[in-house]
């Protein structure tokens, strides 16, 4: 089993910035794709950014410019960098991890998600 588990959520004024972690427990496993997606309330969790064991990124239009991924792939983490944070940031931000298996076989994981407040 491989559980993430994000961290560095919380409540921020409009044009602050947060960092969010994640990282997976477990031996014996890579991640080829880390990315971070969010749920607003009421709406549909959707991709914030990603990045690829190959080094591509690929951000929302909405976050481009202000939020930044990366990954330390040796200790299974996942980062994002929050800047110029706006209201419609609002949201909780979940931790994706993509495990490789035998052949091409792959296993998604989820973390719980750590909740971001913008708001003055």
């Known amino acids: 089993q491989v559980q993430p588990v994000e961290s560095g959520g919380g409540l921020v004024q409009p044009g602050g910035s947060l960092r969010l972690s994640c990282a997976a427990s477990?031996?014996?496993?890579?991640?080829?794709?880390m990315g971070w997606y969010r749920e607003a309330p009421g709406q549909q969790r959707e991709l914030v950014a990603e990045s690829t064991s190959g080094g591509t990124t690929n951000y929302a239009d909405s976050v481009k410019g202000r939020f930044t991924i990366f990954r330390d792939s040796a200790k299974n983490a996942v980062y994002l960098q929050m800047n110029s944070l706006k209201p419609e940031d609002t949201a909780v931000y979940f931790c994706?991890?993509?495990?490789?298996?035998?052949?091409?076989?792959?296993?998604?994981?989820w973390g719980r998600g750590t909740q971001v407040t913008v708001s003055s």
């Open positions: 477990g031996d014996s496993f890579s991640i080829s794709t």
């Open positions: 994706k991890m993509r495990v490789p298996r035998s052949g091409t076989y792959y296993t998604i994981y």
